[in-house]
């Protein structure tokens, strides 16, 4: 539902059902009937105030409670709709509500009836929440950054996880059923297209016909798609809140079912792979895409199996600590690969190994100077070597049948792995072996870092290190990943001046043996550079990296996607002074005397201007550099992409500064230029508009806090 104030209801479609012709010709018939009438009107000891909202079912109202004196909201089921299911779903969602008591559900106070001489209708009074904004638009509005999205996602999963524990499930999540306060605080509101876990209460109040589809098509999960109720579970719920993190995060929708029939909407749903959050964003890359991709599995069993699990994964980020979800294409493949029936903790571990050994070693498998086809044949052969090596150790000793209990820790399996492993590196003399017995004692590090056994994690650092040193020197390239790993502890071991010591020094080695810029010397960069930060250390970290990127070229910059994280890393980093080197290249990329547009260089330069602006916290650096682009820009239509990108960025650099007056004249600019413009999209027009007012009200505050002197 919409509304002009308050936000109590968002604006929801009519249900998929079979009242779907009803409910859009009682929808039809409010816009030609004097709802108005009902102002003033008392229903209960509730004063009707005004209308403020409307959707399938229920027209929504603020009205004043006499006692306690408060104000509410009065849902009213709507005149025309008199199918005994609606009545049912209506009567149930007051019966749902009342059951949940969480403070991030709107909190329901009262049902009942109410008769205006054509018959008893359904109300209930509910929390009124006055200034309330749908979750996307508040995270537009307020200019939220990823971890701030991230907290406020983790209390509605929270919430969600309460209505389960209840035996209910919502069925309808989206952003606009979720609501912040004014006071930021998350609220999940309309339940009445929720199922009810409950047998009971299931068969008492609510039986959806079958093949009926209830819910909004694009936060649908596959199941639902399938219409039949009596398939649906909470984890149905699981699958819409994957959605919900998914627009939080980039404003989009995993897929587009916009202007398609239902029936190809909901293949689209059931069969296509969702657009890869990092593909919107590149900071989405790693944790945040794995969350989200995990929650939209097609298959159930697959997906994260409770909402609380969504946000324990959350918080693991948010905390720095590793999540537990893992990205869903390995998994699946192994499993596809060995067709075993193993213990889940089992092929779990087997999961993180594996992911490990495909980025952990670059620089093992890219070797010094090797040429292609040697270095793919030793790949294979040392993939080879390494499944085999992690089969053999996952399988438990004295096991019959070679697998494990259910229930057995993931730590016990790799405590024994690594006694297994000790053995054999005590009698190892080929070098081969040498390489690939290290190889496996880091994956093993890794994974006892994954559950915070760090004190074992750094016996099997220690120990390939030890072996390795047998057989190379110290700036070997085979010793570069233990050194990296071994930096990496000694972070988790609270030594952070040792571990910025030994990242420089390995970084110094890399450099040297496999170039400065290299892929691999640049993951590295990325990682000494993530760890010093996370110990708190944000100028150390900025420095670092703009040192070691000094001197750069746009098409260096541009040339590795190892490279591009690193600038962006670099970018997003808040410091005190903004680094130097970045802000040397980003304004030779585009010099100020260019009079053609290059796109892709101005795509790069707006893009990673606009993060040192926003992200590092230096706005006026960051409007210097995006004036400078204006010769080029002048070159082309007043409101191409990139020209009109520009100038919104130097409105929002100004914001930053407070500058509002300045920003103000932009954005106004802006604004114009989009009016007869239909290239611009609807979300981009109303982006600029919240800009613009929100500029506007601030531009008021500061203009009555230091009014003009009087002459």
Not at 517 to 531: E, G, H, I, K, R
Request: charged share 25%; aromatic share 6%.
């Amino acid at each position: 539902m919409t509304e002009s104030a308050g936000n109590q209801v968002p604006e929801n479609e009519p249900p998929c059902t079979d009242d779907v012709s009803t409910a859009h010709d009682s929808k039809m018939m409010y816009q030609a009937s004097q709802h108005d009438t009902m102002i003033g009107v008392s229903v209960g000891q509730y004063t009707i105030k005004r209308i403020i909202g409307m959707g399938g079912m229920g027209t929504v109202f603020e009205a004043m409670q006499q006692s306690p004196r408060r104000t509410v909201a009065i849902k009213m089921m709507k005149q025309g709709i008199a199918s005994r299911g609606a009545m049912r779903r209506f009567e149930y969602e007051a019966q749902t509500l009342g059951r949940l008591r969480h403070e991030n559900i709107a909190q329901i106070y009262e049902a009942g009836t109410f008769d205006d001489g054509n018959g008893p209708r359904p109300f209930f009074a509910m929390e009124y929440l006055a200034g309330a904004k749908t979750l996307t638009d508040y995270a537009r509005e307020k200019n939220l950054g990823i971890r701030e999205r991230l907290r406020i996602f983790s209390r509605i999963c929270d919430a969600a996880h309460h209505g389960h524990q209840k035996g209910i499930i919502h069925r309808d999540l989206k952003p606009g059923n979720i609501l912040i306060t004014s006071s930021g605080e998350p609220k999940i509101i309309d339940f009445g297209v929720a199922r009810s876990t409950d047998s009971d209460l299931a068969i008492t109040t609510l039986q959806t016909d079958v093949g009926a589809l209830i819910g909004t098509m694009q936060y649908m999960s596959p199941e639902q798609c399938d219409a039949d109720p009596n398939d649906i579970d909470t984890r149905s719920d699981v699958y819409a809140l994957g959605v919900v993190l998914y627009e939080l995060m980039t404003d989009q929708l995993p897929y587009d079912v916009t202007n398609r029939a239902v029936h190809e909407a909901a293949r689209i749903v059931r069969e296509e792979a969702p657009t890869r959050p990092s593909t919107v964003s590149r900071l989405l890359r790693g944790d945040i895409e794995t969350i989200s991709l995990k929650a939209l599995e097609k298959e159930r069993d697959r997906r994260y199996q409770s909402a609380v699990e969504i946000r324990q994964d959350i918080d693991r980020y948010l905390s720095g600590d590793a999540i537990t979800a893992r990205r869903p294409s390995l998994g699946y493949q192994l499993k596809l690969i060995y067709n075993k029936h193993r213990a889940v903790v089992v092929l779990s571990l087997l999961v993180i190994l594996l992911t490990v050994g495909a980025g952990i070693t670059f620089s093992w498998l890219a070797g010094a100077q090797s040429g292609a086809l040697r270095e793919a044949t030793r790949q294979a052969d040392r993939s080879q070597t390494v499944i085999d090596g992690v089969m053999r150790m996952l399988s438990p000793s004295g096991s019959t049948d070679g697998t494990w209990p259910r229930d057995i820790p993931l730590e016990e399996v790799l405590d024994q792995s690594a006694v297994e492993l000790a053995e054999g590196m005590a009698v190892i003399t080929d070098e081969t072996d040498v390489q690939n017995a290290a190889y496996l004692s880091l994956t093993i590090a890794f994974s006892y870092r994954s559950l915070g056994a760090i004190a074992k994690a750094r016996k099997q650092v220690d120990a390939a290190l030890l072996l390795l040193r047998k057989w190379y020197p110290e700036d070997h390239p085979y010793l570069f990943d233990a050194q990296v790993m071994s930096m990496m502890i000694n972070f988790e071991e609270g030594r952070e001046a040792v571990g910025m010591e030994a990242g420089r020094a390995i970084l110094a080695r890399k450099s040297v043996e496999l170039g400065r810029y290299s892929p691999d010397t640049l993951a590295t960069v990325w990682q000494v550079a993530n760890n010093i930060g996370t110990a708190g250390y944000m100028d150390a970290a900025s420095q670092l990296i703009d040192g070691h990127l000094n001197g750069i070229t746009y098409e260096e910059a541009t040339s590795t996607q190892a490279a591009y994280d690193a600038i962006e890393m670099l970018a997003t980093i808040p410091a005190t002074n903004p680094p130097p080197g970045l802000v040397t290249m980003l304004k030779g990329v585009v010099p100020p005397d260019t009079a053609t547009l290059d796109t892709d260089r101005m795509e790069f330069v707006q893009e990673i201007t606009w993060y040192l602006g926003r992200n590092c916290g230096h706005p006026a650096v960051a409007l210097e550099i995006l004036e400078q682009l204006e010769p080029a820009l002048s070159t082309v239509s007043p409101n191409q992409k990139q020209r009109r990108l520009n100038r919104v960025y130097r409105g929002l650099m100004l914001f930053e500064m407070e500058h509002y007056g300045a920003a103000e004249v932009i954005f106004q600019e802006q604004v114009a230029l989009d009016h007869n413009d239909p290239t611009v999209s609807d979300s981009n027009r109303d982006d600029l508009v919240n800009n613009l007012n929100k500029t506007r009200v601030l531009l008021q505050e500061s203009s009555e806090n230091n009014p003009p002197a009087v002459p």
